[in-house]
């Protein structure tokens, strides 16, 4: 996924600025090591980004190519591209994703064919057309043939049929990307709040070094000169920035409920919307990039003006900052703070001026801060399969293939993905035979879910706990139960991995780990 994502990137880039491979690299690796990126390192995450760029230099190939069977087969890689884009099957991303592709197309079309033959024209559109019914009808008929499981998932309690209102991001959270770094050391993002009283993970608080807002102003400037010049549009860049606009409406302004339906947006969680902000972010840079290439513009050529609005740029950073440290004690000191927010502004400053590669560079080198320690690939999978952890569920499970199941949720898959039999994970379809046992007050709604199981064992052995279901997130319930109660039983939990000793007397005290943070035990 990282070398399609690194790939797709560099050549969509060198199609618009061709021979600055230097500043192409930098920005593709940039993209991988952004932090949605890195803490949402999946399918459904990198898919739609590299699918999008993919799909933008292949259209930008065909609508340049002059040989009639050389467009054509462009067309078909095009709608080749376009089905495995669907066929992420993660409607959030996707439409971020897609939002931000059209708007790069569309000012592409209008840019490239304002001037061509009309027939030329109609050809290019033809082609592009045509890949996309051929896409569509073939995303049509996977859908019609697994309509059972569709109207499944729809009919669940989560994710179900989802119809999102627009607003409720918080604006400071959105654009402190620079904060990115701190989310790697633990102690540091578990004081961090997203909002006022609004806590979560690291993946979720994550975002993109978006340069958007900061060089909005610059694009506006480059576009009225251009109308004063009586200049023809730069409509990639119009559109981009629209688009750029737009999604702001959607992730603060509330009640967009038509933009929302038009657009599919109200199928698009505010902060999955910050997936497109980042393919934006990127789609922008290039094109100021391409533009102030062959600028002549006194304005942006003074170094004075470009030092205060940097400085602008700085102070906004610092601002940013200093409402983090208020609103999350503990989370970032004052001379990091200041650290962390100078790079944005020194790589705005000099991608004004006319030093692109170095502001790539300077990119990708703050990128890399933000998140060269999230990803355990970088490390190998021995953090995961050679921890005592994981050889002990290994060498109990090579004898004995008995169920399992834990109560913490900080260990939900370690059974599974050491080849182990658990009740405990995550589940990504509703398992309703297998709770329904579980279910003694009708709440098939609580396990009807894409769901993380987790068990909670009691441990008071004076009284009987019934087994009962909790909800206690949109993603996530537990199972109360007694370790040695019926359901157990049926169930044929055989192995409990805990953090917390079980004194029931079915039970004994199978192996210990200790760990810095704590002690595991295995009880059978």
């Not at 931000?100 to 001037?115: C, E, K, P, S």
């Not at 004076?462 to 039983?489: K, Q, R, S, W």
């Amino acid at each position: 996924m990282a070398y399609l994502l690194v790939i797709s990137c560099y050549f969509f880039i060198l199609a618009l600025l061709p021979g600055k491979r230097l500043l192409a690299s930098s920005l593709s690796v940039g993209l991988l090591f952004g932090g949605m990126t890195q803490w949402w390192y999946q399918y459904i995450t990198l898919g739609p980004l590299f699918y999008s760029l993919s799909a933008a230099l292949v259209t930008m190939r065909l609508v340049s190519s002059q040989k009639r069977r050389q467009t054509l087969l462009y067309g078909i890689l095009l709608a080749y591209i376009l089905i495995c884009f669907a066929l992420v099957l993660y409607p959030p991303f996707q439409i971020a994703c897609a939002l931000a592709l059209a708007a790069f197309i569309v000012g592409y079309l209008l840019q490239t064919l304002r001037n061509k033959p009309r027939s030329r024209v109609l050809a290019k559109l033809g082609v592009l057309g045509l890949a996309a019914i051929v896409a569509g009808s073939v995303v049509l008929v996977f859908v019609h043939t697994r309509a059972d499981v569709i109207h499944t998932v729809e009919n669940t309690a989560y994710p179900g049929k989802r119809v999102v209102e627009s607003g409720g991001l918080d604006v400071a959270h959105t654009f402190s990307g620079q904060l990115g770094p701190l989310f790697q050391l633990t102690s540091r993002a578990n004081a961090y709040d997203s909002a006022p009283g609004r806590h979560l993970n690291q993946s979720e608080d994550s975002n993109f070094i978006l340069l958007l807002p900061f060089l909005l102003l610059p694009s506006i400037y480059i576009l009225y000169r251009d109308y004063r010049l009586k200049k023809s549009p730069d409509w990639p860049l119009i559109s981009v920035n629209t688009a750029f606009l737009v999604f702001l409406g959607w992730l603060f302004v509330p009640h967009l409920g038509v933009i929302g339906k038009v657009l599919l947006l109200d199928n698009v969680q505010p902060d999955r919307l910050l997936l497109g902000m980042g393919l934006l972010n990127l789609f922008q840079f290039v094109l100021i990039a391409r533009r102030l290439k062959e600028s002549s513009s006194k304005l942006l050529h003074n170094r004075a003006v470009l030092l205060a609005y940097c400085g602008l740029v700085l102070v906004v950073e610092i601002g940013l900052g200093l409402y983090a440290a208020h609103r999350s004690p503990g989370f970032i000191h004052s001379y990091e703070l200041v650290a962390l927010s100078l790079p944005i502004p020194v790589i705005i400053y000099n991608l004004l001026r006319k030093r692109a590669t170095l502001a790539a560079i300077g990119f990708l080198a703050f990128s890399v801060c933000t998140t060269a320690l999230v990803n355990p690939l970088y490390r190998g999978t021995s953090v995961v399969t050679q921890t005592p952890l994981s050889l002990a569920i290994r060498h109990i499970t090579a004898q004995d293939t008995g169920i399992w199941a834990t109560d913490s949720i900080l260990m939900e898959n370690f059974a599974v993905m050491n080849g182990a039999h658990s009740l405990s994970g995550v589940y990504t379809y509703p398992q309703l035979s297998l709770w329904h046992a579980a279910d003694t007050g009708g709440q098939v709604a609580i396990y009807n879910r894409y769901a993380h199981v987790n068990f909670v064992f009691d441990r008071d052995t004076e009284v009987e706990a019934p087994t009962e279901l909790e909800l206690n997130g949109g993603d996530h319930f537990n199972v109360m139960l007694e370790a040695c109660g019926t359901y157990a039983a049926q169930q044929k939990i055989r192995f409990i991995l805990t953090t917390k000793p079980i004194t029931d007397s079915c039970l004994k005290l199978l192996q210990t780990i200790s760990y810095p943070q704590g002690t595991i035990t295995y009880i059978r």
